[in-house]
């Protein structure tokens, strides 16, 4: 019924076996049992098998039929599917751009987890990747070389990992990279850099996007020199940093480079549980201040956040992180933030005087209950 033609069974056998599948003929006579060898992945279905059959029999062998029947078959992609596709144009509509990366990795790159190739062509294909990140250095050192310097892009790709002997994990995420300036070069003006702040921007309109709201904190990870890590209802589904400097000298790159991890189905998941709200737009503009503070390492985003926006919960819109600065000219134990705070009144214009006595309170707030400096 596949391929249009009765093919002899002993025809069948001699071609199979000369594929190398093991073949046994089952208790009913007309079933045949195979074995096929652990090095066809490619041989995953029945279907499968008859590919392989016909392309030893020969196309040519099955007569061309005076009459083609078929049906039509529709099922609408799952929600999941739904939501990746909308988010990936919205993220190409912001200037991002999608990319495709290898799964397999060089086998240096490769601890006790990995999960090895059984015949691989080389050892730098030796291995399933356990991150995203490799991919996304490749991607980044080759348009460096190449004097591309205004770089954002995404994938949608999955990790594999060994959990235990013949047990292995496979996970679905979506990885985005940024690094060099937020836009090309112009005359007029200089072109910033990207830093932290541009993905916690990302992840803002993420949050707004899926319609999740979820709290920001610091969390280490050892991809990262500093990183954050977005928590909705206890689950963390994203995490992001600034690549360690080390692993980008390793790789030849002379760019900062920032990396947002998302788990995918996890958020997917809580997306498809919350429904969409809508408000009115703003009548009144809004005033953006920035913070520079100097503070504890041992102190998050999150105790800040959590001070500045109930230091005056009417006028505070949102505080956001853009910056995170350690090391040189900063005091031993200590780090900067550099912190975005949006201010708007709904009822009337929000004054300078106003937003002024605000951020004094703001100022007033942080240095009492967190011992913050304001730089």
Same mark, same amino acid.
């Given at each position: 019924?596949?391929?249009? /033609?009765?093919?002899? /069974?002993?025809?069948?056998?001699?071609?199979?076996?000369?594929?190398?599948?093991?073949?046994?003929?089952?208790?009913?006579?007309?079933?045949?049992?195979?074995?096929?060898?652990?090095?066809?992945?490619?041989?995953? =279905?029945?279907?499968?098998?008859?590919?392989?059959?016909?392309?030893?029999?020969?196309?040519?062998?099955?007569?061309?039929?005076?009459?083609?029947?078929?049906?039509?078959?529709? =099922?609408?992609?799952?929600?999941?599917?739904?939501?990746?596709?909308?988010?990936?144009?919205?993220?190409?509509?912001?200037?991002?751009?999608?990319?495709?990366?290898?799964?397999?990795?060089?086998?240096?790159?490769?601890?006790? /987890?990995?999960?090895?190739?059984?015949?691989?062509?080389?050892?730098?294909?030796?291995?399933?990747?356990?991150?995203?990140?490799?991919?996304?250095?490749?991607?980044?050192?080759?348009?460096?070389? =190449?004097?591309?310097?205004?770089?954002?892009?995404?994938?949608?790709?999955?990790?594999?990992?060994?959990?235990?002997?013949?047990?292995?994990?496979?996970?679905?995420?979506?990885?985005?990279?940024?690094?060099?300036?937020?836009?090309?070069?112009?005359?007029?003006?200089?072109?910033?850099?990207?830093?932290?702040?541009?993905?916690? =921007?990302?992840?803002?309109?993420?949050?707004?996007?899926?319609?999740?709201?979820?709290?920001?904190?610091?969390?280490?990870?050892?991809?990262?020199?500093?990183?954050?890590?977005?928590?909705?209802?206890?689950?963390?589904?994203?995490?992001?940093?600034?690549?360690?400097?080390?692993?980008?000298?390793?790789?030849?790159?002379?760019?900062?480079?920032?990396?947002?991890?998302?788990?995918?189905?996890?958020?997917?998941?809580?997306?498809?549980?919350?429904?969409?709200?809508?408000?009115?737009?703003?009548?009144?503009?809004?005033?953006?201040?920035?913070?520079?503070?100097?503070?504890?390492?041992?102190?998050?985003?999150?105790?800040?956040?959590?001070?500045?926006?109930?230091?005056?919960? /009417?006028?505070?819109?949102?505080?956001?992180?853009?910056?995170?600065?350690?090391?040189?000219?900063?005091?031993?134990?200590?780090?900067?933030?550099?912190?975005?705070?949006?201010?708007?009144?709904?009822?009337?214009?929000?004054?300078?005087?106003?937003?002024?006595?605000?951020?004094?309170?703001?100022?007033?707030?942080?240095?009492?209950?967190?011992?913050?400096?304001?730089?």
């Amino acid at each position: 019924r596949l391929i249009g /033609k009765a093919i002899p /069974k002993a025809e069948i056998m001699e071609i199979l076996r000369a594929l190398e599948m093991e073949v046994q003929e089952a208790a009913d006579g007309d079933t045949l049992q195979l074995l096929v060898p652990a090095y066809r992945v490619d041989v995953e =279905r029945e279907v499968d098998v008859l590919e392989d059959l016909l392309r030893i029999y020969g196309y040519n062998s099955v007569e061309i039929p005076t009459q083609l029947r078929g049906t039509l078959s529709f =099922r609408p992609h799952g929600s999941r599917f739904q939501l990746r596709e909308r988010y990936a144009n919205a993220l190409s509509a912001n200037g991002f751009y999608e990319i495709l990366t290898n799964s397999l990795v060089s086998v240096s790159q490769g601890d006790d /987890k990995a999960v090895p190739i059984l015949n691989p062509l080389s050892e730098e294909l030796g291995i399933m990747r356990r991150s995203m990140l490799p991919g996304a250095l490749e991607v980044v050192r080759y348009n460096q070389n =190449r004097q591309q310097s205004t770089l954002a892009f995404y994938e949608f790709g999955k990790t594999y990992q060994m959990d235990g002997p013949g047990a292995y994990d496979e996970q679905e995420w979506l990885g985005i990279t940024v690094a060099g300036t937020r836009h090309p070069m112009h005359w007029a003006e200089k072109a910033p850099v990207v830093s932290i702040g541009t993905l916690t =921007r990302e992840v803002e309109r993420l949050q707004r996007w899926m319609g999740l709201k979820g709290s920001l904190r610091e969390a280490e990870h050892p991809e990262f020199d500093y990183g954050m890590e977005w928590i909705v209802a206890g689950r963390s589904l994203l995490r992001y940093g600034r690549v360690k400097q080390e692993t980008l000298e390793a790789w030849g790159i002379r760019l900062e480079v920032f990396h947002l991890v998302v788990d995918w189905p996890a958020l997917a998941d809580l997306a498809g549980q919350t429904s969409p709200t809508f408000q009115e737009v703003p009548l009144y503009p809004s005033i953006r201040r920035d913070l520079s503070l100097l503070l504890d390492r041992g102190q998050t985003f999150a105790e800040v956040q959590q001070v500045v926006a109930k230091a005056n919960p /009417k006028l505070i819109r949102s505080v956001s992180l853009h910056d995170v600065f350690q090391g040189e000219g900063i005091p031993e134990g200590k780090k900067s933030y550099l912190v975005s705070i949006e201010l708007r009144d709904d009822r009337k214009t929000l004054e300078d005087n106003v937003a002024d006595k605000v951020m004094k309170g703001v100022h007033h707030q942080l240095q009492r209950q967190l011992g913050v400096s304001i730089r």
